[in-house]
Each structure stands twice: as C-alpha cells, then as structure tokens.
C-alpha cells in the first residue's frame, strides 16, 4: 500500500507531460479522441478526464470513479453506489471524501482476479489533486498489464 501525506508528491516533482501544449504527442500524431466526452448534465456511465471528476464533491449517489489511463490520461466512470459488481482486474477505484477547508482523502482500491484490495490511501489533499494520484495509478495499471501478459506467455509454454 501507499500512502502519501498532504504535504508530498510521489516523485518528489511535476508529472511528467506525456503531450505537448497544441496536444500533440512527442512523437508528433494527435492522440485518438475518447470514445466518450464530457456532456453538461450527464453522470454516471459517462467516461471523462479525471482532472474533471476531482473538481467537485463526489456524488452521493456514486461509490467512487473507476479510472484507466487512455493514451496516458487518467479517464473515470462513475460507479453508482448500489452496483455490486467487483472492480474489473486491473482497474483502480478512487474514492474521496471532504476532510475539512479544501481538503480530501483519497483512496484506492485495485481490482484483482478473486478480490479488490486497498492500494493506496491520500490523507488531506489540497485542491486538484488528480496529479497526485496519477503516478499510482498509471504504475500500477501498466504492472497489472504486464503480469498479467507474463501469465499468459508462461501459460501458454507451459502447455
């Protein structure tokens, strides 16, 4: 588990751009647009930035943001608060409460083959605070990937 005080950023600096300012990659092509965007009055199922999750209060009606990065950028969903389905392998559930003047706790939790278990805990963050939890969860979701394609290969030489 990590767990990260108000104070500190994994890292100890800026993330790192994966674009540049027009929005282009390093590499010069434009990454694909999301399948979904941002609409004005739309909630849960609708898959947005994370950044524009984090700017508001999480919903009463929502047990957390199920997030997976897409080229680089972390993207959420709304998991509605009565849906009882398990977290899908290899995604994170961010969670966040207030905890006083401008300040959140965040949590994670990773879904697992046969469970989800807490990841990481952010106590009292200020402000926006997406790119805090950013490294975490783009590190543990490329992790996740390459063990589970390790699985794979060895399970198929060994058959």
Avoid: K, N, Y
């Avoid at 674009?19 to 282009?24: D, E, K, L, V």
Wanted: hydrophobic residues 40%; glycine residues 10%; proline residues 12%.
């Amino acid at each position: 588990m990590t767990r990260h005080d108000r104070f500190s950023r994994p890292g100890g600096g800026p993330a790192p751009a994966t674009t540049s300012p027009a929005g282009q990659h390093p590499c010069g092509h434009r990454p694909a647009r999301p399948a979904l965007t941002l609409i004005p009055g739309t909630g849960l199922g609708t898959r947005v930035e994370l950044s524009t999750l984090t700017r508001q209060p999480m919903p009463g009606d929502a047990r957390g943001a199920l997030v997976a990065p897409v080229h680089g950028t972390p993207m959420a969903t709304w998991v509605p608060l009565d849906d009882p389905s398990p977290i899908p392998q290899g995604r994170i559930l961010l969670s966040w409460t207030p905890a006083g003047e401008d300040r959140t706790d965040v949590t994670a939790h990773l879904g697992l083959a046969g469970a989800q278990v807490l990841l990481a805990v952010w106590p009292g963050l200020r402000g926006e605070w997406s790119d805090v939890v950013r490294p975490t969860v783009a590190e543990v979701t490329e992790l996740h990937a390459a063990l589970h394609l390790a699985t794979a290969l060895l399970d198929r030489l060994t058959d």
